[in-house]
């Protein structure tokens, strides 16, 4: 679950089921009680109707437990000092950052310092979309070591400087049709 949306979505499904819960949280569903597994089908169908996905099996939740993680101190670390990467998701997962390395790896096809980079570049591009923002502006807010190092990162990743790319942007918006 990526967003509050998600979670009011989840929330909506377990009344409709008469399915009491204690808590809906990013990526997570706290019961009342245990279910079924035909009321477990019913979730998974009614979520899926609403482009949601269950995931019931440990390393699926895993993995989306570190994609949150992940997500989090991407998104949420405006121009603080980003804490140690490694600490960071071993207290967040509860497991040694060692084994959900290996683990989050063989499952993805990509390292989690990767999967970081993508992460990172993923939120540049919107913040640059929204033009709000210099490209100083967006180094600092993701704790960038300065300009060159996000704009070297960014064009690995994408192909493209993050001053074409906002070019690219601006004129797919002013010219919706030729987009």
Do not use: W
Request: hydrophobic share 35%; charged share 25%.
């Amino acid at each position: 679950m990526e967003s509050e949306r998600c979670k009011t979505i989840v929330k909506e499904e377990l009344n409709k089921l008469g399915l009491p819960y204690d808590s809906v949280e990013l990526g997570e569903v706290e019961l009342k009680e245990n279910i079924s597994n035909e009321e477990l089908q019913l979730v998974g169908a009614a979520l899926k109707k609403s482009g949601l996905e269950l995931i019931v099996d440990n390393t699926s939740q895993l993995i989306e437990k570190i994609k949150m993680a992940i997500k989090h101190l991407v998104y949420c670390s405006d121009g603080f000092l980003r804490p140690n990467t490694s600490e960071y998701l071993s207290k967040r997962v509860n497991y040694d950052y060692n084994y959900i390395s290996k683990i989050f790896s063989n499952i993805e096809g990509i390292t989690i310092e990767k999967y970081i980079i993508l992460e990172r570049i993923e939120r540049v591009k919107k913040l640059l979309i929204t033009g709000k923002f210099s490209l100083s502006e967006i180094a600092y807010m993701l704790v960038y070591s300065s300009v060159a190092h996000l704009s070297n990162q960014f064009k690995k990743v994408t192909g493209l400087t993050p001053f074409v790319f906002r070019q690219l942007m601006d004129t797919r918006y002013q010219n919706p049709v030729n987009a």
